[in-house]
């Protein structure tokens, strides 16, 4: 299994600004993902963050919106630029220790709110 | 594209029941399902994995199945208490790939 912490677990930030998210997880896993939930909807996957290159973006995202980075195999980071009201969202981290045959675990979530 | 959808929306029983929650998906070409729990406010706990080559798993209380053929998971849910109270995803995984696909989710209440 893997435990998987979040920072902030919430923030309130102004328009125009950026956040940076940390996800570590307490230990060594394969891959690392990064969802989106918007209010009151399910969970959508941003990009998966891959070991010492860039990450995968999923259709809809792109990298100068949401630069990932994943230095290591423990721990990852989701910038969300230049926020608008529509960014407003709980983002998960989450984290696959052996590849795509095993569970997936989720961190608690940063919730943010864009004014 | 893969679709995943739960029925019901939202699903408001009284304590002791038994229930069952439903998950369908358009392509059975995946890899696994994953049911989940999601409390308010908090991130998403696991709670069966289900790999394409197998029918059920089991947890306490919990027993999901696969029938991959016909695009289609339950969540048997038993004698259901207050604290099973959330809400449950369902995720596939297409084939040959990490990436999950969730759906709509079913919002439990279970009322004492």
């Known amino acids: 299994s893997a435990v998987i912490s979040q920072k902030p677990s919430r923030d309130i930030c102004q328009r125009g600004t950026s956040l940076t998210i940390q996800c570590q997880v307490d230990s060594q896993v394969t891959m690392m993902f990064w969802y989106r939930q918007q209010p009151g909807q399910s969970l959508t996957l941003i990009a998966t963050?891959?070991?010492?290159?860039?990450?995968?973006?999923e259709s809809g995202f792109v990298i100068d919106k949401f630069p990932i980075s994943r230095p290591n195999l423990t721990f990852s980071t989701l910038t969300v630029s230049n926020m608008s009201p529509e960014d407003s969202s709980i983002y998960l981290c989450?984290?696959?220790?052996?590849?795509?045959?095993?569970?997936?675990?989720f961190g608690p979530g940063t919730r943010l709110t864009v004014l | 594209k893969q679709e995943v959808t739960q029925i019901p929306a939202a699903l408001s029983v009284p304590e002791g029941e038994n229930l069952v929650l439903n998950c369908s998906f358009t392509?059975?070409?995946?890899?696994?399902l994953q049911w989940f729990r999601q409390d308010p406010g908090k991130g998403l706990t696991s709670l069966l994995l289900i790999q394409s080559s197998q029918r059920e798993q089991t947890s306490g209380r919990l027993n999901a199945s696969l029938d991959k053929s016909s695009g289609r998971s339950t969540l048997y849910i038993a004698a259901s208490q207050p604290g099973d109270s959330a809400t449950y995803l369902c995720?596939?995984?297409?084939?040959?790939?990490?990436?999950?696909?969730f759906g709509t989710g079913t919002r439990l209440q279970v009322f004492p």
């Open positions: 963050a891959n070991q010492g290159s860039e990450a995968t973006y």
């Open positions: 392509d059975s070409a995946i890899y696994n």
């Open positions: 995720a596939v995984s297409a084939y040959n790939t990490d990436k999950l696909i």
């Open positions: 989450s984290a696959s220790p052996s590849g795509y045959t095993d569970t997936q675990y």
